[in-house]
């Protein structure tokens, strides 16, 4: 057994291992990061494909010893990049994936492409995807996924990046051997808590995935209410789930929020952006929260517009609610179910303001643990009686 230091996914590992051990089987063996799929395990398929180094790589045919010292990149350490979350939002809408096994590897490649290429020529990408094979799709949507992700950038004046950001020539993994740096290696640091990290990551703009659009109104002016949605603090307090890691500031916010369905918990730690327009009585957060024991991450936007009711006594609010989510939650999170959930969350985020604006003790709207049992009798009581209703509409 050799020790082999790596620095994955931006944190530190130092684990023992065979010196025969493969990439794709050290990280998944060893470290639980079972989204680097293994197909041929020859180095042909791309089901196996990881960043060494910034570089796509196969992990099947290059040995974990072979990396000491490197940065890892699989497809879990790229939850939060801005790039890839574009990418999965357009694979979704193009409906670029079938089985989904060829994916990871896929998007990690596509990545790649959409960093370097100038235009999204058409030929260029399905030569620049040649080496990650589909047995499911034929291919078309994922080069239009792709496609769409250049035009949109490119139209946003994002430039490419000549050879993806490599400085000198030879193959992946070699640009640290290369490059002459003395300091430490990263992979020797101690890694990073997430709190630290939500505090320096930026917060990009995002295409979601899903969309949500709800309505509640408050017995309280316009005026009042959007002067409650700039109290950070106490917005936190009216969210079940939500609580903040450290003083709001007027345009970031940093927390955490626990969600349980059923047998699965999690705790997504990140940050939001905050924008708010006092002309038109509107605002928008934009948030990024990862959850380490589940590996799933998400990334949120909420855009709400005040407007006045009852000749302004009364305010009605309006959400519009986008998000991606990846990794294990994401298997259990349906859309119809994800949108009973927010139907609920949104009514019990409504009474908790409304208390909290009336001058109702802390103690009373103080934020609740998202619980699946708690509300799936109300789901399935609702669902049964649109099923019931629809059945005797047709007799």
């Known amino acids: 057994m050799t020790t082999i230091a790596l620095n994955v996914n931006r944190h530190a590992v130092e684990l023992p291992a065979e010196p025969r051990t493969s990439l794709a089987d ?4 060893r470290l639980d990061l079972t989204g680097t799929h293994l197909g041929c395990e020859h180095g042909v398929c791309g089901a196996c ?4 180094d910034g570089v796509p790589a196969r992990a099947c045919i290059t040995y974990a010893l072979a990396c000491e010292g490197a940065d890892i990149t699989t497809i879990e350490g790229l939850d939060e990049d801005e790039i890839t979350t574009e990418l999965r939002a357009a694979f979704t809408r193009e409906h670029a994936l079938q089985c989904g096994y060829c994916t990871p590897g896929m998007l990690v490649s596509a990545r790649d492409l959409v960093l370097r290429l ?3 020529d058409e030929r260029r990408i399905r030569v620049g995807l040649s080496g990650n094979l589909c047995r499911c799709t034929g291919y078309v949507g994922i080069v239009r996924a792709v496609q769409s992700v250049i035009e949109a950038r490119r139209a946003r004046s994002v430039a490419p990046l000549a050879d993806s950001g490599r400085t000198s020539l030879g193959p992946a993994g070699s640009g640290r051997a290369a490059s002459g740096r003395s300091e430490p290696s990263p992979a020797r640091q101690a890694p990073v808590p997430a709190s ?8 990009p703009d995002f295409t979601p995935a899903t969309v949500l659009d709800q309505r509640f109104t408050l017995p309280h002016p316009p005026a009042k209410v959007f002067a409650m949605f700039g109290d950070i603090a106490g917005i936190a307090a009216c969210l079940p789930g939500v609580s903040l890691t450290s003083p709001p500031g007027p345009d970031r916010v940093e927390g955490s929020i626990r969600v349980r369905l059923g047998p699965i918990a999690a705790s997504f730690e990140g ?7 006092p002309a038109t009585l509107s605002g928008r957060i934009v948030g990024i929260g990862t959850d380490e024991r589940s590996h799933s991450a998400t990334q949120g936007e909420i855009r709400y517009r005040l407007l006045p009711l009852e000749g302004g006594a009364a305010t009605a609010v309006e959400l519009s609610i986008g998000y991606t989510l990846t990794g294990l939650l994401a298997q259990v999170g349906r859309p ?7 139907k609920r969350l949104v009514v019990e985020f409504a009474g908790n303001l409304d208390r909290h604006m ?10 609740a643990e998202l619980s699946f049992w708690s509300i799936v009798s109300d789901v399935l009581r609702a669902r049964i009686a649109r099923i019931l209703g629809r059945r005797s509409g047709a007799g």
């Open 49 to 52: 494909t990881v960043l060494l």
């Open 358 to 367: 009336s001058g109702a003790p802390s103690g009373q709207v103080a934020a």
């Open 196 to 203: 630290e990290r939500a505090a320096a990551v930026s917060i």
């Open 118 to 120: 100038p235009d999204a």
């Open 26 to 29: 050290f990280v998944r063996d």
């Open 336 to 342: 119809g179910l994800v949108r009973d959930l927010a």
């Open 271 to 277: 940050a939001a952006r905050v924008e708010r327009d």
